[in-house]
């Protein structure tokens, strides 16, 4: 028979193992940093979205752990041909219209954590709406400041970049720039 008192040093070990594990898995800190490059910036989206030449810019090869409320801070993205993107998303290779509700996730929740999550649909929550959005690209937090990427630099690892479809379905206000939101896989 075993002794009470190894029952109790058990379950406190178990319990313990498991707050290290959630504590170690929610911490997603910067991989290293990219040296801004500033030099023929698009600028498209804003003049401080372009690389400051010197600054140092945060990687992120990790996002906050997805639950069944993730938080994640909402911008807003165009998608149609000539907006503020000119190049088709990856994951279906097209483009689409603002009307859409479609949004662009950071790379860690895009495929970093194990999921492909392209095509897939998430559910954003806001204010208390929700709304269904179909994932179509990666917000890359690994790489930036350089060509390829227009000399912007890599996004946040916590971002739902979405277009403006998901913003009017929330009843939210474009302007505002940005907003905290929880988002969950469907």
């Given at each position: 028979?075993?002794?009470?008192?190894?029952?109790?040093?058990?379950?406190?070990?178990?319990?313990?193992?498991?707050?290290?594990?959630?504590?170690?898995?929610?911490?997603?800190?910067?991989?290293?940093?990219?040296?801004?490059?500033?030099?023929?910036?698009?600028?498209?989206?804003?003049?401080?979205?372009?690389?400051?030449?010197?600054?140092?810019?945060?990687?992120?090869?990790?996002?906050?752990?997805?639950?069944?409320?993730t938080?994640?801070i909402?911008?807003?993205?165009?998608?149609?041909?000539?907006?503020?993107?000119?190049?088709?998303?990856?994951?279906?290779?097209?483009?689409?219209?603002?009307?859409?509700?479609?949004?662009?996730?950071?790379?860690?929740?895009?495929?970093?954590?194990?999921?492909?999550?392209?095509?897939k649909?998430?559910?954003?929550?806001?204010?208390?709406?929700?709304?269904?959005?179909?994932?179509?690209?990666?917000?890359?937090?690994?790489?930036?400041?350089?060509?390829?990427?227009?000399?912007?630099?890599?996004c946040?690892?916590?971002?739902?970049?979405?277009?403006?479809?998901?913003?009017?379905?929330?009843?939210?206000?474009?302007?505002?720039?940005?907003?905290?939101?929880?988002?969950?896989?469907?």
């Amino acid at each position: 028979m075993v002794d009470a008192r190894v029952l109790v040093v058990l379950a406190l070990l178990q319990i313990m193992c498991f707050f290290f594990h959630e504590v170690s898995a929610a911490a997603c800190h910067a991989s290293g940093f990219i040296h801004g490059n500033g030099q023929n910036c698009n600028g498209a989206d804003s003049a401080d979205s372009c690389c400051i030449t010197g600054k140092r810019y945060p990687q992120f090869r990790c996002s906050p752990p997805v639950s069944a409320k993730t938080p994640a801070i909402l911008t807003v993205n165009r998608f149609e041909n000539g907006e503020d993107v000119t190049r088709i998303t990856s994951c279906d290779m097209r483009f689409h219209h603002d009307k859409e509700k479609v949004v662009i996730l950071s790379s860690g929740w895009m495929k970093l954590d194990g999921t492909n999550r392209c095509n897939k649909k998430i559910r954003i929550s806001a204010k208390g709406r929700s709304v269904l959005a179909k994932v179509v690209d990666e917000c890359d937090s690994v790489h930036g400041c350089d060509e390829e990427h227009d000399f912007q630099p890599p996004c946040r690892n916590n971002v739902l970049n979405a277009s403006p479809g998901v913003w009017k379905a929330l009843k939210l206000n474009e302007s505002i720039g940005e907003l905290k939101v929880t988002w969950s896989d469907v």
